[in-house]
Every structure is written in structure tokens, then in C-alpha cells.
């Protein structure tokens, strides 16, 4: 089975899956990603070619692959970044669009709350701001949130297997706030988070099947130096 071939197993694969986003597979996905097909097509005529070049030495051989390889990897790499740089940007102005529209139904923290609540956190560890987190009002998380900002990360002792141990650690674990901000969003725009996720989904296809193509070219010169 060609390059091309094994490769277009796998979009079929992520097509599937991408069917069942709110609108189904964007328009202009497919072709998109039928343009790695093509890269991968043109790989495969130019590895049978060499291999069929009688005037060519083994090391000949060796070294046009080696070349035709890595224009193919550089032509992948520079298709994802194409791909991701337009999605990348459109899923932020997305997220801070609805970040906005959350925040504009809760009171800005005044400067007040922001510098008592960081007086107070200071006094617990990540665990119980974690909790306190957990336990608040939206109104309320949005202060803790700007106060954890605020602090950034602070040195603590903490005690591990070996002993104790001097790190590093952000108050309030900045993935926590993000799974609080997201949660915040949906209950205001359902519709709107849906559609950020299946950006996300679309993003990770283009990364995942980027890394697939080069997968198959490098394992294909292995191949090739086996025989």
C-alpha cells in the first residue's frame, strides 16, 4: 500500500469522528486535507522512480530519498502551519468573545477584592484554594481567579517522599481556572463553547494528521533500508 494510500485510511478515520460536531464536517475540510495526500502522492512517485533508476548507485539511491524525504516533511510541516496559524487565531478571538460575554453578567473585582482576597489566599496551600475555588460563587471565583493571577507562582515547602522540598507552585493551578472559565462560558453560551470545541476537534485533526504524514515518511525510508 502506497503512502497516499494509508494515509487517506486515516482521514477517512478523523472524518468519521468530525461528523458528529454540532454541523458536521466543514465545508472545504476534505480538500484540505486531500492536500497531504497530494504531498504524499508526490513522495510515492518519486521513491518509485529512484528505485527503478538502473543508473543510480545504492548510495545514490540512499541520498535522493533522503532529499525527496525531507522536501515532503518540510512540505507537511509548512501545510499544518498554514492551516493552524488562520484556526489558531480564530479559535482565540472566539474564546475571548465568550469570555466576555461571562464576565459582562459578574461585577468587575475591584482592586479592593483583588489585593484582600491575594492577603488571604497567601495563608492557605494550592490544595484548599483549589477547594475554596470549588465551593464559590461565580462572583467570587472571578476574584480568586484575578488574585491567583495577581500572585503568580510563590516558593513553598512541601513535603515529598525524600523529604521536604523548596518549588515553585502557581496558588491556584492555571488549567483549574480554565475548566472554571470554560464552565462559566457554557452556562452563558452553550451554543457558543459547542462551537469553540469544535474548533479545538478541528485543530487536533490538522496536528494529528500533520504528525501522521511524517510518521509514514520516516518509517517509510526505514522500509526502504531494510530491503
Same mark, same amino acid.
Given at each position: 500500500m502506497s503512502l497516499k494510500q494509508s494515509f487517506d485510511v486515516h482521514i477517512g478515520t478523523h472524518l468519521e469522528s468530525l461528523k458528529l460536531m454540532r454541523n458536521g464536517v466543514p465545508s472545504g475540510l476534505q480538500e484540505q486535507l486531500g492536500e497531504v495526500s497530494a504531498i504524499l502522492a508526490t513522495y510515492d512517485a518519486a521513491l518509485a522512480k529512484i528505485e527503478n533508476n538502473t543508473h543510480l548507485t545504492t548510495a545514490g539511491k540512499a541520498s535522493q530519498i533522503k532529499d525527496a524525504r525531507h522536501a515532503a516533511l518540510a512540505a507537511v510541516q509548512q501545510w499544518k502551519a498554514s492551516r493552524t496559524t488562520g484556526i489558531d487565531a480564530q479559535t482565540a478571538a472566539k474564546r475571548d468573545a465568550l469570555q466576555t460575554q461571562a464576565d459582562q453578567a459578574l461585577p468587575a473585582p475591584t482592586e479592593l477584592q483583588v489585593g484582600n482576597m491575594v492577603q488571604r489566599l497567601s495563608a492557605f496551600n494550592p490544595l484548599e484554594v483549589s477547594i475554596l475555588y470549588s465551593d464559590a460563587t461565580d462572583a467570587e471565583r472571578r476574584v480568586i481567579e484575578a488574585a491567583a493571577e495577581a500572585i @503568580? &507562582? =510563590?516558593? &513553598? &515547602? %512541601?513535603?515529598?517522599?525524600? @523529604?521536604? =522540598?523548596? %518549588?515553585?507552585e502557581h496558588l491556584l493551578d492555571p488549567e483549574r481556572i480554565a475548566v472554571g472559565r470554560e464552565s462559566r462560558m457554557e452556562r452563558t453560551n452553550p451554543e457558543g463553547v459547542t462551537a469553540l470545541r469544535d474548533l479545538h476537534r478541528i485543530r487536533d485533526t490538522y496536528d494529528t494528521l500533520a504528525g501522521t504524514a511524517a510518521g509514514l515518511l520516516r518509517d517509510s525510508v526505514s522500509m526502504v533500508a531494510a530491503t
Open positions: @503568580g &507562582r =510563590q516558593p &513553598r &515547602r %512541601v513535603t515529598l517522599s525524600g @523529604g521536604e =522540598q523548596v %518549588v515553585w
